[in-house]
């Protein structure tokens, strides 16, 4: 196996690499940064959790030059579907910059708003790379990138980074490339080695029971659970807090701040278990995840890959457990199909207890989770009794015999015709909402009989 130095990087970039703790190069940094010191296009594709941030930024920011007086940035951009990845690719950008004196900024948001207010200028951008390429590429997301890549000059050097690589959006991907080298260290599909996989046969009407039990059972100080939406997202997080689960909840309608915080909380061991959409399925490196809860099936077998990959990270072991009702069966097909094996499933026998708080539970936690729940039950009833009220008082007029709500009389005035005579059609009498108007006619004289002829 090489190392950092035998790679062709600079002293000064060593420098960083001592600073990040690298030790010796993964195979998929052993294999990119030497194509990316080089000037090659890349496509890199290699498991989670190996280490493609460095591969890119290493490489990228030793070779970047430095602005001169009036020149304007950036050099390098890295475009990410998400916040969390951004803010998670600078930190470890900032000890390089240090290095090798480049200031790095980042900007939440989307970098195609920035060029809306002429706040940002693309032509000296002379890399520029898109981590989570297959996420970047696909129909939602490619329109602003493609903006964003028109926007740079035709001479830059592009790198795609990913867990996993469609064959699918080739033509897309070509489209912005200039003869690139195929890094392939992990195939499509391919899961990370040390993650253990099970299914839990349940209903949907069982999962919320199930998962209070299967989180009270097996414990863990750091648990990331997925779910599909965002509502089911903070249902679950409340229910966990109910039991004395210390839980915090991520997803696109929490603000920056909040979803910073739950993420430091987490990482800190503050926050025990995570629940989340899939803002947070790619690239976010959390340490020591000791398993992963899919309480919703991923649409997409690719999110699965990426889901499971937050556990047994950088050769650290785990486990992923995922709830499968009979609605989803043909999404686990479709997963099983995609990477390439059986899942096993588990036998698992729901507590008896699963909504009673832990015994050592933090009282705070607990007050909590019940105080959100007795709220989120407090705004149903108010919603019923609103919705209630109406039908109460539709029926007892229905009982009194209580006529409907009269329209007001009104005049209506029919055109006025050439020749013709002004007429008014009066309402002979008021008639019940909801009954249809009758159609205002005009007698048309007849042709002999109008002026002029």
């Known amino acids: 196996m090489a190392t950092f130095a035998e790679l062709g990087l600079s002293e000064k970039t060593l420098d960083a690499v001592e600073t990040l703790g690298y030790s010796n190069p993964t195979p998929i940094q052993e294999q990119a940064i030497p194509l990316v010191l080089e000037g090659r296009d890349v496509i890199a594709a290699a498991k989670t959790g190996t280490g493609k941030t460095a591969a890119f930024s290493l490489p990228g920011m030793d070779k970047l030059p430095h602005r001169e007086r009036g020149q304007r940035g950036p ?55 898109l981590d989570e390429a297959d996420r970047m590429l696909d129909m939602g997301f490619w329109p602003q990138v493609e903006r964003i890549v028109n926007a740079t000059p035709e001479t830059r050097q592009t790198l795609l980074f990913s867990a996993t690589i469609d064959r699918s ?28 996989q099970y299914v839990i046969q349940t209903t949907r009407r069982l999962k919320p029971e199930l998962l209070n039990s299967f989180i009270k059972e097996k414990g863990g100080t750091r648990v990331i659970v997925f779910t599909k939406t965002k509502g089911c997202a903070d249902n679950c997080t409340r229910r966990l807090r109910r039991v004395g689960i210390p839980t915090d909840a991520i997803h696109a309608d929490r603000s920056q701040a909040q979803r910073t915080r739950a993420l ?29 809860v899919n309480y919703d099936l991923p649409l997409m077998p690719e999110d699965y890959v990426h889901r499971i990959g937050r556990t047994g990270r950088a050769g650290a072991g785990g486990f992923a457990v995922s709830f499968v009702t009979p609605d989803t069966k043909n999404l686990l097909k479709g997963i099983q199909k995609f990477i390439g094996q059986k899942i096993d499933v588990m036998e698992y026998k729901i507590s008896d207890d699963a909504f009673e708080p832990l015994d050592n539970a933090d009282p705070r936690v ?19 009794g609103r919705k209630g009220e109406h039908g109460r008082r539709k029926e007892r007029r229905k009982k009194e015999g209580t006529p409907a709500r009269q329209r007001p009389q009104r005049r209506i005035q029919a055109p006025q015709r050439s020749g013709g005579r002004r007429r008014r059609i009066h309402r002979a009498e008021a008639r019940p909402c909801g009954e249809r108007a009758p159609q205002a006619h005009s007698r048309r004289t007849p042709s002999s009989s109008r002026r002029g002829f």
């Open 75 to 129: 050099f390098m951009l890295v475009i990410t579907p998400t916040r969390e990845l951004a803010s998670q690719i600078s930190d470890t950008c900032m000890p390089i910059g240090k290095h090798t004196r480049h200031f790095i900024g980042t900007f939440v948001g989307g970098v195609s708003y920035l060029m809306e207010r002429g706040a940002i200028d693309l032509n000296s951008v002379e890399i520029l790379v």
């Open 366 to 384: 607990v007050a909590q989770g019940k105080a959100e729940l007795e709220e989120r039950a407090a705004r149903k009833e108010r919603e019923r």
């Open 169 to 196: 959006q080739d033509q897309t991907m070509f489209s912005i490339l200039n003869d690139p080298a195929i890094v392939e260290i992990a195939q499509r599909g391919e899961t990370a080695d040390k993650v253990d």
């Open 264 to 292: 430091d909380s987490f990482r800190k061991g503050t926050t025990n278990v995570i629940v989340a959409t899939d803002v947070l399925a790619r690239g976010i490196d959390v340490p020591e995840v000791d398993y992963v």
